[in-house]
Structures are given as C-alpha cells and as structure tokens.
C-alpha cells in the first residue's frame, strides 16, 4: 500500500486565479492548472530566494519534494508561454498555516490565526470588500470575482 502524501504546508495564498494570453480569447479548457503548492515553490523560491531546503523547511515537506514541485511548476509555466495558452493556479495537496484576506477595494492583505474572527471591514480602507481566500483557493467559493 503506497504511503499517504504529505499536506504541502502554504505560508501564503495568490491573490489571482491565473493569467490569460492578452490577445487571445479564454479557451480555460487548454488551460494548464498550477497547482497552489508550486505556486507557493516558485513564490519562495524565484520571488524570495530561499534556497530549495529552506522552502522545504517551511512547506513541512523534504528538500527532493521540494525539487519536484519546482520542476513541475517551471515545465507548466514554460509551456504556458510558448504555446501561449492561460494557466490556473488552483488546487493541490495543501495545508494552510493562517487565514488570509483580500480588500478587492484597496488590494490590502491580511493574515490571521485559523481561528480567529472574521473582520468585518478592511482595517487598510474600512470597505466591507474582504475576501477569504482560503475559501477561494483551498475550498472554491464560486462568489467572488475571482471564482466566477
């Protein structure tokens, strides 16, 4: 029997759901789907520049996972450019350490422990316009403008 595959730990989430070649119309059934544990990857890896061991460190997973998700995250994105296709970036064996919310007035992100209330109003603009995103990304809440 094959070992049960360990949650990827996210520290955080994307605040979009993709992107789309400019000139072309969304064809989502050729999208190529990014999966949110090689987003988190590239983000620790080419956005923060951690090396390969501290991204595995922080996502809870081994250095070689780590490696692999790279890889497979690098191969999609490539391809996504070349044959000019829209990728998603959805999905996957994830975990996530907190809550995260967006302001779709002021782009303000905010982080808070799993168990804490859901703010009201954003503390950046006071607009009532946040946006869970671990409903979003980890669950699909098929509400906000991103998951229409």
């Excluded at 799993?114 to 703010?119: G, H, K, R, V």
């Amino acid at each position: 029997m094959a070992r049960q595959k360990t949650l990827r730990e996210l520290q955080e989430l994307p605040i979009i759901k993709g992107f789309r070649p400019l000139w072309l119309r969304p064809r989502y059934g050729r999208a190529i789907t990014l999966h949110l544990e090689e987003y988190e990857v590239l983000r620790l890896v080419d956005y923060e520049g951690q090396t390969h061991e501290e991204a595995a460190e922080l996502m809870k997973v081994s250095r070689p996972t780590v490696t692999r998700i790279y890889e497979s995250a690098r191969k999609k994105l490539g391809a996504a450019l070349v044959e000019g296709r829209s990728f998603l970036i959805e999905g996957g064996d994830v975990s996530v350490s907190q809550t995260h919310y967006l302001c779709e007035e002021c782009q303000h992100r905010l982080s808070l422990p799993l168990d804490a209330e859901t703010p009201a109003l954003c503390p950046a603009c006071g607009t009532e316009r946040l946006v869970n995103l671990n409903d979003c990304f980890v669950r699909g809440c098929q509400r906000c403008s991103r998951c229409k």
